[in-house]
């Protein structure tokens, strides 16, 4: 069921995308008018917004959800991060990062919020794979939506800001069944034997599973159950095929995550706690140790390693 809400003040639009606080401005003279709705679906939040005005928006659109929206009309002069728009441009919005657009009048939106967890579930069941590489960061992807998807969410958005409607059937897949294959990549078989082992195939399952939910709060029970087996034999797996246990290994790979990011730079005002937490360490001073103990050295060794090479290559520059 939708929740509508009539625009008729600029301040109601803080919430363009539910519950988000955006900061809203005003830019065309006179009374704005549209509407703002919202559902939800099996995990799913969705936010559609019709905006009879010019307006910019700017803020994160949620702390902890990936946000992935859609253009479906595009008035005269809108724009994203001072680029222009147009008709079914698609963007996604990682959790925290800032949103910054300038709609003009008669543009038609929607945006989907949605978990790690539910978007590896819903990507799994689409036999698909979506981790960080695939995701890529915060931006409008070089690709449209389809045109015909675009057509079918346009109406049946239309009708519902019209108030004909409150049709929600299939609106999880017309939006986020043609998205998934622009940020995610088709699930790989395993080259090898014909036929694996027993402990072979447990451990595939496992770690696919564990790579596809590094995101996310997983225990030994959902690896398990993936793996369809017990927690008792994928213990004994971990331990006599990798020598590790599954949680460790789950802590290995985010290790490597976080030195990814130190080494990559992306953001060197990214402070090394807010990348630990970033991958699930809640506690920075066991997260330093746990890398210490796994590469040789602390997380700020391995930044300032990378700045001093970079400082090298600019200066031999």
């Known amino acids: 069921m939708w929740t509508i809400a009539r625009i008729s ?3 109601e639009l803080k919430d363009a995308v ?3 606080g955006l900061e809203a401005v005003q830019l065309s003279k006179g009374a704005l008018h549209g509407g703002l709705a919202f559902a939800q679906d099996r995990g799913v939040v969705f936010s559609s917004g019709l905006i009879n005005g010019r307006v910019a928006l700017r803020g994160t659109l949620s702390p902890d959800l990936v946000t992935f929206g859609v253009a479906l009309r595009v008035g005269s002069g809108s724009r994203h991060w001072g680029h222009a728009i147009g008709p079914n441009f698609m963007g996604l919005f990682q959790p925290g990062d800032e949103h910054d657009a300038v709609y003009g009048p008669g543009s038609l939106y929607l945006a989907a919020s949605i978990s790690h967890e539910t978007l590896h579930a819903l990507a799994e069941a689409q036999e698909f794979v979506i981790n960080k590489i695939t995701l890529g960061g915060t931006g409008i992807h070089p690709e449209r939506f389809p045109d015909k998807a675009g057509a079918v969410l ?3 958005l239309g009708a519902i800001h019209a108030g004909t409607s409150c049709e929600m059937a299939g609106l999880r897949d017309n939006l986020l069944a043609p998205f998934l294959p622009y940020f995610s990549r088709p699930a790989r078989r395993l080259a090898g034997p014909r036929r694996l082992c027993r402990q072979a195939i447990i451990l595939r399952r496992a770690r696919d599973f564990i790579h596809a939910h590094i995101y996310c709060q997983i225990s030994i029970e959902d690896i398990a159950r993936a793996a ?9 797996t971990f331990g006599e095929q990798l020598d590790d246990t599954p949680l460790s290994y789950l802590h290995r790979l985010r290790l490597h995550h976080i030195r990814e990011d130190l080494l990559s730079g992306g953001n060197d005002t990214d402070a090394i706690s807010r990348i630990h937490r970033r991958w699930g360490f809640a506690e920075p001073g066991r997260a330093s140790g746990m890398y210490f103990k796994l ?3 602390l997380p700020s060794a391995t930044r300032q390693r990378r700045n001093s090479d970079v400082r090298s290559v600019n200066s031999s520059n």
């Open 295 to 297: 590469f040789g050295e």
């Open 9 to 11: 003040h600029v301040e």
């Open 18 to 20: 539910r519950d988000a």
């Open 228 to 236: 369809e087996t017990t927690p008792r034999t994928l213990y004994r």
């Open 154 to 156: 346009a109406r049946q």
